[in-house]
């Protein structure tokens, strides 16, 4: 009896379910399995709590942010540009779009006739 109470109520071998079940779950809801359906979820209150925590826990991140946000095309592109996966038509228009050359170094246009004016080293 003092090592049910020691553990919350629960006996070792229980315990040890618990433990097995909770290791699993990760892999149970990878697995698209309903955890509910599990044959411990039936007989043990613990992890029936703790799975009714963790998707409130799920429920309230997923309300954080709205489904339907979704980053624009231009970043996309800027992405795509910096890993080299951007056409080289996609990779002008990115530089364009950012400041930078096609080597990626800032290049500032002076804004006097068709040339522009980079920085390269220090000022001396």
Do not use: Y
Request: aromatic share 2%; net charge negative; proline share 4%.
């Amino acid at each position: 009896m003092t090592e049910s109470i020691m553990n919350g109520g629960q006996s070792d071998r229980t315990n040890d379910e618990c433990a097995a079940f909770q290791a699993s779950m990760a892999d149970l809801i990878g697995d698209g399995e309903d955890l509910h359906e599990q044959p411990h979820m039936a007989t043990c209150e613990r992890c029936r709590a703790l799975v009714l925590e963790l998707q409130a826990i799920a429920d309230a991140a997923r309300d954080l942010f709205p489904p339907d946000l979704e980053p624009d095309e231009e970043l996309w592109n800027k992405i795509e540009s910096k890993l080299g996966l951007a056409e080289p038509e996609e990779e002008a228009e990115n530089a364009a779009l950012t400041g930078e050359d096609a080597g990626g170094e800032l290049a500032l246009d002076s804004g006097i006739g068709s040339g522009g004016l980079a920085l390269e080293g220090g000022i001396a």
